[in-house]
């Protein structure tokens, strides 16, 4: 198991540092230029220069900071990113959680403290906006998650990741929920504080946000979280609304397809769409999404009721 861990480890590593080129290079296409392309075969290695880059500069000590929040902020956000993984439904090893949805809703919100703790220790008010603004922005759509989620529980009656793909063999929930999924998507852009909801790192307003007094390897450790997040959440959205049958031994490989193709949703968002305006984000959230989940979840319970009668 601990061998595993350890290649599953690896492996998301590599999956950051390949997705961050894969975005540098569609970036590039979108707006009509070069992405990298200098350092290896059209810029193969440009990752990994790049991490040797970020973890031999040097770090920078802000005099007013709070060091020990300020160091430890960006580790524990890569540790949650992490740890998260180990919810993967592999039919190799999986530690096959019966409560993997709760899990994974505990360790989401623990990333809003690590924002927060970033932003606060740092002692700068454009990485105290930053942090402020991220945690809002997080908490409110932390609330629209939690309760497409609770729909989606309702219909399959099991927090297990592994039985939502049995319980869609011969309908995706896609296709039952499609509106519900449009909210899934908008909500887990401003969830990962992604592009167009990027309000946390808006750089024409607060330079560059929570992370503006951070350098070398903690700056690389902020990212390559976020990354983590991105592919961990196309990998759940993958199996909550595009489910297959578990038991195929080529279920982990049309998973992983679904996971990039998701993951490069991500990268087209953020290339077409302007950022959004604060309170906008605000008014999608509690105005839009809310009330159209709540809608939804008192359907999906008349819907089981009727069952359990006939």
Known sequence: MMLYFLILFICVLISVAFLTLLERKFLGYFQIRKGPNKVSMIGMLQPFSDAIKLFTKEQIKPIEANLFSYY???????????????????????????????????????????????????????????????????????????????????????????????????????????????CWMSSILAETNRAPFDFAEGESELVSGFNIEYSSGSFALIFMAEYANILFMSMISAILFLGSINFLKSNDIFLIIKLMTLSFWFIWVRGIMPRFRYDKLMYLAWKSILPLSLNYLIMCLFFKMFLNMC
Request: aromatic share 20%; with cysteine.
């Open 72 to 182: 430890l902020s960006p580790f524990i956000n890569m540790l949650i990113a992490i740890v998260l993984w180990i919810i993967f439904p592999s039919i190799y090893l999986s530690l096959n959680f019966s409560l993997g949805l709760i899990f994974f809703l505990c360790c989401i919100s623990m990333s809003v403290y690590t924002i927060m703790g970033a932003g606060w220790s740092s002692n700068s008010k454009y990485a105290l906006l930053g942090a402020l603004r991220a945690v809002a922005q997080t908490i409110s759509y932390e609330v629209s998650l939690a309760l497409i989620l609770l729909n989606l529980i309702i219909m399959s009656e099991c927090f297990n990741f592994n039985m939502f793909n049995y319980n869609q063999i011969y309908m995706w929930y896609l296709i039952m929920f499609f509106p519900l999924f449009y």
